[in-house]
C-alpha cells in the first residue's frame, strides 16, 4: 500500500481489528514474530529471534 503511515504499529494493529469482520492482519506489532521463513533457490532460511 503506497503511503501507508506505520509510525505508530501498535495503534495501526489495533485500529485495522476493531474493524468489524476483521480477524486479524499481519503487522504483528503486540506479539512480534520469534521466526522468520525465507524461501530460496536452495530452499528455506530460517532465522530465529
Keep these: 500500500v503506497t503511503g501507508l503511515d506505520l509510525s505508530d504499529p501498535l495503534r495501526m494493529e489495533e485500529t485495522i481489528n476493531a474493524i468489524p469482520g476483521v480477524l486479524d492482519n ?24
Design 26 to 49: 499481519g503487522i504483528f506489532a503486540h506479539r512480534r514474530a520469534d521466526v522468520m521463513l525465507f524461501g530460496s533457490a536452495g530452499g528455506v532460511i530460517e532465522r530465529k529471534a
